[in-house]
């Protein structure tokens, strides 16, 4: 970007720019009215997702990480599904996986928890390495 370049002009128009502040706040409002004392990692999960990102949320028992991705769905009216990762957990326990109907000689797929608006995978390295793949693989 060029030193003159003007910073202030977009090719987005000033009305739609006010209209998506104004749905990004109100999200932000209702997330924090379900996760109180959390505003900094709501605005940054917030960010994450507007961007396109991927967001990692560490912490102990207790903190509202799960409540905080419930709220975000609900904002938005999407989807939620929850993994508890698990020694014994297989890839297409994640992914889904191909089903024979014997009825009409056919493969039909049932599709994992991973098909979802938002996922929470909980515990992750307590995984297998093969099924911690899978999970970046739809990632």
Not at 38 to 59: K, S
Not at 68 to 76: D, E, G, H, R
Not at 91 to 120: C, E, I, W, Y
């Amino acid at each position: 970007m060029s030193a003159n370049a003007d910073v202030t002009s977009s090719p987005i128009p000033a009305d739609r720019l006010q209209q998506a502040v104004d749905i990004v706040t109100r999200m932000r409002q209702e997330i924090q009215r379900a996760v109180i004392g959390q505003e900094y990692v709501v605005e940054q999960v917030l960010a994450c997702c507007l961007a396109g990102g991927h967001v990692l949320i560490e912490g102990v028992p207790g903190l509202g990480k799960t409540l905080l991705v419930k709220a975000m769905a609900k904002t938005f009216s999407g989807d939620f599904s929850r993994i508890q990762f698990t020694p014994d957990l297989m890839p297409a326990d994640v992914m889904g996986h191909a089903v024979f109907d014997m009825r009409n000689q056919t493969f039909s797929v049932r599709k994992g928890p991973v098909f979802t608006h938002l996922l929470l995978a909980d515990e992750i390295n307590r995984a297998p390495a093969k099924t911690q793949s899978s999970l970046l693989e739809v990632m």
